[in-house]
């Protein structure tokens, strides 16, 4: 049974609404960050995956510079586009590939999880029954 895949667009607002589970103490334009986050054609999806995780912790000035770094890609990759416009045709091809991959990875890491809690209350009920 083949499971449904989510569009490009649900993917976009799942990364959002993680991605605003800054701290509050760090303010930034969400929106923007995803957006640079989801074009980066630098990072792999579980680089991509990594930087949404570390959202809640990362501090102002990490975001401000992680926001300077993406610009900075943005702008380095469109000045390449007009010498190796097939090239970065391609690796924009791989990144929309990528980027709904990545919701594929946290829907993997919930099954895990899933697992692991069913597996420990099973330890639980065998210790519970060995009297330990």
């Known amino acids: 049974m083949e499971e449904n895949k989510l569009s490009e667009q649900e993917v ?7 991605i605003k589970l800054h701290s509050n103490e760090v303010e930034f ?7 640079l986050l989801k074009f980066s054609l630098s990072l792999n999806t579980m680089e991509k995956k990594r930087v949404v995780d570390a959202i809640p912790t990362l501090s102002q000035f990490q975001i401000d510079e992680l926001t300077k770094v993406f610009t900075e890609e943005r702008v380095k990759f469109k000045d390449l586009a007009k010498e190796h416009p097939d090239d970065i045709k391609k690796l924009v091809a791989k990144q929309q590939a990528e980027w709904t991959e990545l919701w594929d990875l946290y829907k993997s890491e919930e099954e895990n999880k899933s697992v692991e809690v069913e597996n420990q209350d099973k330890i639980d009920d065998i210790k ?3 009297g330990l």
């Open 128 to 130: 519970a029954w060995l």
């Open 29 to 35: 334009d969400t929106e923007n960050f995803s957006d």
């Open 12 to 18: 976009d607002l799942i990364v959002l609404n993680l």
